[in-house]
């Protein structure tokens, strides 16, 4: 009679990792997770583990040798895991929500910024449920209509044209083939003048007033006004200087040429 095979003896791991002249022990991987989330003061994400340094936490694939996946990781430190299953409705809603409190249609860099925050899913995660961004904004409702888009247009050449935000002024005394009335323009976007200049990227100047006394320099995206082009603007304090860094020294230096001079 031929005996039977023995069964296969249970890997049995090892929950210390010795390296050198130092062992580490699962209790190490848990302290340097609790420090690390101590320090971003939010919940952390494999992401956030794998840019860290690696004095301060291991790496998410060694975690995972460790304690089977890293978010048995994060729930052997006491530590919050996202688990949120997302589908395309959810999604599509979070990004509706996002954009009534940005008053304009969201950004992928607004999106990321609130993925942090566990308001949205990122921006690969729409990716894979839409196809692409442009596709996820299309299908939650988030997209311009051809009347906005020229509104946009027209607001945009306008504040060329004066190398600043336009007024509500100023949009009443510009030519009707280049941007239409204010009343039309508040009817295009829920009743504000504001929202149509958030959606143009244009800076508005009361709500960078409001912030001159705590922010000496603020930085905001806008059309500049020597190489109009859309980027990062400088403002100065008791003056808006709608130019980005490079033009904004390039004013400087040619002021300290006159000045020399």
């Given at each position: 009679?031929?005996?039977?095979n023995?069964?296969?003896?249970?890997?049995?791991?090892d929950?210390?990792?010795?390296?050198?002249n130092?062992?580490?022990?699962?209790?190490?991987?848990?302290?340097?997770?609790?420090?690390?989330?101590?320090?971003l003061?939010?919940?952390?994400?494999?992401?956030?583990?794998e840019?860290?340094?690696?004095?301060?936490?291991?790496?998410?694939s060694?975690?995972?040798?460790?304690?089977?996946?890293?978010?048995?990781?994060?729930?052997a430190?006491?530590?919050?895991?996202y688990?949120?299953?997302?589908?395309?409705?959810?999604?599509?809603?979070?990004?509706?929500?996002?954009?009534?409190?940005?008053?304009?249609?969201?950004?992928?860099?607004?999106?990321?910024?609130?993925?942090?925050?566990?308001?949205?899913?990122?921006?690969l995660?729409?990716?894979?449920?839409?196809?692409?961004?442009?596709?996820?904004?299309?299908?939650?409702?988030?997209?311009?209509?051809?009347?906005?888009?020229?509104?946009?247009?027209?607001?945009?050449?306008?504040?060329?044209?004066?190398?600043?935000?336009?007024?509500?002024?100023?949009?009443?005394?510009?030519?009707?083939?280049?941007?239409?009335?204010?009343?039309?323009?508040?009817?295009?976007?829920?009743?504000?003048?504001?929202?149509?200049?958030?959606?143009?990227?244009?800076p508005?100047?009361?709500?960078?007033?409001?912030?001159?006394?705590?922010?000496?320099?603020?930085?905001?995206k806008?059309?500049?006004?020597?190489?109009?082009?859309?980027?990062?603007?400088?403002m100065?304090?008791?003056?808006?200087?709608?130019?980005?860094?490079r033009?904004?020294?390039?004013?400087?230096?040619?002021?300290?040429?006159?000045?020399?001079?």
């Amino acid at each position: 009679m031929v005996a039977k095979n023995p069964p296969p003896e249970k890997v049995v791991h090892d929950s210390s990792f010795t390296t050198g002249n130092y062992t580490f022990t699962q209790e190490h991987y848990i302290q340097g997770l609790q420090r690390f989330a101590q320090q971003l003061n939010r919940r952390i994400t494999s992401r956030d583990v794998e840019n860290a340094d690696r004095t301060t936490v291991a790496n998410p694939s060694t975690l995972a040798d460790h304690f089977g996946t890293f978010n048995g990781a994060l729930k052997a430190a006491n530590l919050p895991i996202y688990q949120e299953r997302w589908n395309r409705e959810k999604a599509a809603q979070r990004l509706r929500a996002l954009a009534k409190e940005l008053s304009r249609i969201p950004t992928s860099r607004d999106v990321a910024k609130a993925s942090k925050e566990g308001k949205c899913p990122c921006v690969l995660t729409l990716t894979r449920l839409f196809g692409s961004f442009n596709k996820t904004l299309y299908a939650a409702g988030l997209f311009y209509a051809p009347e906005q888009r020229r509104i946009i247009r027209g607001l945009r050449a306008l504040a060329k044209i004066l190398r600043r935000t336009p007024t509500a002024r100023d949009t009443t005394a510009a030519s009707r083939n280049m941007v239409p009335s204010v009343t039309t323009i508040q009817n295009h976007f829920n009743g504000k003048y504001n929202n149509a200049l958030r959606a143009a990227r244009l800076p508005i100047v009361r709500e960078i007033k409001a912030r001159l006394s705590t922010h000496p320099t603020i930085p905001y995206k806008g059309i500049c006004a020597d190489c109009h082009k859309d980027r990062l603007l400088v403002m100065r304090v008791n003056k808006i200087q709608g130019a980005c860094r490079r033009c904004y020294k390039e004013r400087r230096d040619r002021s300290k040429e006159k000045s020399a001079a």
